[in-house]
């Protein structure tokens, strides 16, 4: 398929900006004491490119060797990354302008076009040859640049499978830092007068579980001082937060370049400059550990405030071993979604097996809950969502990692949105022009702005775009491939910042769905939260002095946490069962779900 001719320019910076442009507006919350450090902090600085050391599963011995810190990049420095980035980025940019009048011309030349399979081939080589140059740019340069590999490498439902091939080795482990210089940072942000790292960690594995533009994390076990207990021990890169606010500042040039660009669907140069104020708090840990809190408990209480399963697993810090630059959580035992298909092989589970497809189906479910509730119900959201965060834990169960990137909307947007999931919801048509001219005036409401000229059903087919991936045909003769030509997103003149990032979570999900072949209508799963909330503010501005919340225990409250506790009890059970045994029951059990899926797509249909 043809890519337009700068369409991988603005896919990256769109999935960058939906990724990124992110806020922790978390002022207001009481944030945990850190710990008090032997000495100062340490300032912000580069990565560090030597390679890691042999594994060690026991505790990491002692050094009496001085470590030295990196240094922040100096301004020669900054300018020679800065003129490396230029060098490379904008020629990849340039060839797709080139490539694209080249192919004009010719046609233009011959009086013959191009035919689909022909052009296919065209564009694959430039793809390959794109892919390439830029996977060898990221790697010299690294740092946030690194990041944008990682979502393109795991938006294959967006990008050339050139791209998300070659850059797929970003993923994970990318250029940890040397365990001494780990420790040296642990112990300047951590100790105490008088402590050493022993007093802390009984074990400290030197190879590291993941290694990220901004920090990497280790596998540690505590003392019996400290708990005793199997850790997660996520450390900041020193002096990373100028190179990566560098790095956006160049990103931010490119976008100012091509900012007249009519290829360029929106104004990309106003999203970075956003995301540069927005930024450091990514580089804050104890702000993270404030929002790891914040949203565990809203995804482990009801509406009403009574202890529900959440339907998926998150880490929690561990108080009084977090600082700005050193966060110590629980250690969560499984592998990353991007891993999943690869790990589920070794276990003699087939891709297209009723054990995969329950699982996908469970996958789809613990996302879809989990945002919806924290997007509706607080609009305290984790602002990051991509495979590499998402985890698939040993006993079958969900988990979710890394808040650093979290985002607070408004009750206003969040009160909007519910009602567009009902619109959407309750429509009795995807023609009907009642319903789509309620859902595109909501929709509208949400501050979306469209090109001029667009027809007047473009805002419903963006919403329906974003909030319902099981259309199969969008209002308007629009389609729902986002580099269609025709896709609603080329309406698009701006897009809320407030909810760029519900964006994001939202297409992940649809991609997920999209991947597994299992029809998901977002605003289906979320109209039932959306209707609690909406009645729950309705009751609440009746009742004044009230949260909204019922302080009665209700025999129907503890019977639905009893269902939920005995389903994640028997769903572990399940997972610990011989292979064959377990795929009989698998089987069973989506046959179950399907039937019970139809007929409450029968009930919303009548």
């Not at 000495?39 to 011995?61: G, R, V, W």
Request: proline share 7%; with cysteine.
């Amino acid at each position: 398929m043809r890519l337009p001719s700068v369409a991988l320019l603005a896919l990256s910076l769109r999935s960058i900006s939906s990724s990124y442009a992110f806020t922790t507006q978390i002022r207001h919350q009481t944030l945990p004491t850190p710990r008090t450090p032997s000495s100062s902090s340490l300032a912000s600085s580069t990565t560090a490119d030597e390679p890691p050391k042999a594994a060690a599963l026991a505790a990491t011995p002692p050094t009496s060797v001085a470590v030295e810190f990196p240094p922040p990049l100096t301004k020669a420095q900054r300018l020679q990354r800065a003129a490396k980035f230029w060098s490379s980025a904008l020629p990849i940019v340039l060839s797709y302008y080139s490539k694209s009048a080249e192919l004009q011309l010719t046609t233009t030349l011959t009086g013959r076009p191009l035919t689909q399979e022909e052009e296919e081939i065209i564009w694959n080589a430039q793809h390959e040859s794109g892919a390439r140059k830029l996977a060898d740019t990221i790697s010299s340069l690294k740092g946030f640049y690194v990041k944008t590999a990682q979502i393109i490498s795991s938006r294959k439902d967006l990008f050339p499978k050139e791209y998300t091939e070659a850059l797929s080795m970003f993923t994970d482990n990318v250029d940890p830092l040397p365990v001494e210089l780990i420790r040296a940072v642990v112990e300047k942000e951590l100790l105490v007068r008088g402590e050493t790292f022993e007093d802390i960690f009984a074990e400290f594995d030197e190879v590291p579980l993941g290694a990220a533009s901004v920090a990497q994390v280790h596998r540690a076990v505590l003392t019996p001082k400290y708990g005793s207990k199997e850790v997660a021990v996520k450390v900041q890169r020193p002096s990373i937060e100028s190179k990566l606010m560098g790095d956006i500042a160049n990103l931010k040039q490119l976008a100012k370049t091509f900012r007249d660009s009519p290829s360029l669907p929106l104004d990309y140069y106003t999203v970075f400059s956003e995301l540069e104020s927005q930024l450091q708090d990514e580089f804050d840990f104890i702000a993270e550990s404030v929002a790891m809190e914040r949203i565990y408990d809203t995804i482990t209480k009801d509406r009403n405030g009574m202890p529900c399963e959440s339907p998926i697993v998150m880490p929690r810090p561990v108080q009084g071993l977090i600082s700005k630059r050193v966060l110590v959580m629980d250690y969560l035992k499984g592998v990353p979604l991007s891993r999943a298909a690869e790990e589920m092989l070794k276990r003699g589970i087939d891709p297209g097996s009723p054990e995969s497809q329950l699982f996908g189906r469970k996958l789809l479910r613990g996302l879809t809950d989990v945002f919806g509730r924290c997007i509706l119900e607080t609009g305290f959201f984790h602002a990051d969502p991509h495979p590499g965060n998402i985890f698939v834990l040993d006993d079958g169960r969900i988990g979710l990692i890394d808040f650093g990137q979290v985002k607070q909307i408004g009750g206003r947007a969040r009160e909007t949105l519910a009602k567009v999931m009902l619109a959407l919801d309750e429509r009795e048509s995807d023609e009907n022009p009642a319903d789509l001219e309620l859902i595109g005036k909501l929709a509208l409401e949400l501050g979306v702005e469209l090109n001029e000229g667009t027809p007047p059903v473009a805002p419903a087919a963006v919403a329906m775009w974003l909030f319902d991936g099981s259309v199969e045909t969008l209002p308007g003769g629009y389609e729902k491939g986002e580099l269609s030509p025709n896709s609603p997103v080329k309406a698009l003149k701006s897009f809320p910042q407030d909810l760029v990032l519900v964006g994001r979570s939202t297409i992940l999900i649809k991609g997920l769905s999209s991947r597994l072949g299992i029809p998901w209508s977002l605003s289906r799963e979320w109209a039932p939260t959306a209707r609690s909330v909406l009645e729950g503010n309705t009751k609440q501005s009746a009742v004044s002095g009230t949260d909204g919340r019922s302080n009665k225990i209700r025999i129907r409250d503890v019977l639905s946490l009893l269902k939920t506790w005995s389903r994640g009890k028997v769903s572990r059970a399940v997972a610990r069962l011989p292979s064959p045994m377990r795929t009989k029951v698998a089987a069973v059990a989506l046959h179950l779900q399907k039937r019970r899926e139809a007929r409450e797509a029968k009930k919303t249909k009548e």
